[in-house]
């Protein structure tokens, strides 16, 4: 089964905390939250405060998607809100492998995320001390972007080199941008492991619907 989850970017800000209790009755696997500081990416959005009153609202996992630089700084913050996934992007980290040991001896899942342009090699070398990789399939910094196509076959390339350093331990994929049924079931033949899914999921009335289908894409193949 693939895992899905929903992005509260798309979701309605003055009222955050029903949406992330109307994503865990409608089944999602964890809650994508999307931090932006307007240098990494040009936007602004949300911080560890937000987090930290959300963490009170739902017992879904929170996977914390860090899009700003000096992560370093903050993932002491996002880590006592509550964060139970947090990726960085290697494009903002100079010791990329000292950040996720800070979340790791935080107790807490840690992954890197790959703006669509970044090779594969920035993460070969620590593939095996990762939780997840995080491949964007849009640019960071917005929602509802067109799904970027070239990056298919970084997914299948990221897959097999994860077949390669086989372990014990699972190393997952995720994909965030542009995901919807048709990209996503691209995704999940590419390998994909979540999926991450924003304007989409909060285009329908009923969640349930687009989560189900998203998570039951490996049994359509
Ligand atoms: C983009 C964010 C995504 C975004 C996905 O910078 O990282 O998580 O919310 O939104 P959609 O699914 O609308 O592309
Ligand atoms: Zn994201």
Not at 34 to 44: A, R, T
Request: proline letters at 6%.
């Amino acid at each position: 089964m693939t895992l899905v989850a929903p992005s509260i970017l798309s979701a309605d800000f003055a009222c955050l905390g029903e949406e992330v209790k109307r994503l865990e009755k409608a089944g999602a696997d964890c809650v994508h939250i999307d931090v932006m500081d307007g240098q990494f990416v040009p936007n602004l959005t949300i911080g560890a405060p937000v987090v930290k009153a959300l963490r009170k609202e739902t017992n879904l996992p929170f996977d914390v998607h860090l899009m700003i630089q000096h992560p370093e700084n903050l993932i002491p913050d996002f880590i006592q809100a509550g964060a139970d996934w947090i990726s960085v992007h290697a494009e903002a980290c100079v010791h990329l492998h000292r950040v996720r040991q800070m979340i790791h001896e935080g107790g807490k899942k840690a992954g890197v995320a790959l703006n669509p342009a970044t090779p594969l090699t920035s993460v070969q070398y620590l593939l095996k001390d990762v939780d997840y990789i995080l491949l964007m399939t849009v640019n960071p910094g917005f929602g509802g972007q067109p799904f970027i196509r070239h990056v298919l076959p970084k997914i299948q390339e990221l897959r097999q080199m994860i077949r390669e350093q086989a372990d014990e331990r699972p190393i997952y994929i995720e994909v965030d941008g542009g995901v919807n049924q048709e990209t996503g079931t691209l995704c999940v033949q590419a390998g994909a492991d979540i999926l991450v899914a924003g304007s989409y999921v909060f285009s329908y009335t009923e969640l349930e619907k687009p989560i189900r289908q998203l998570q039951t894409l490996h049994s359509s193949l």
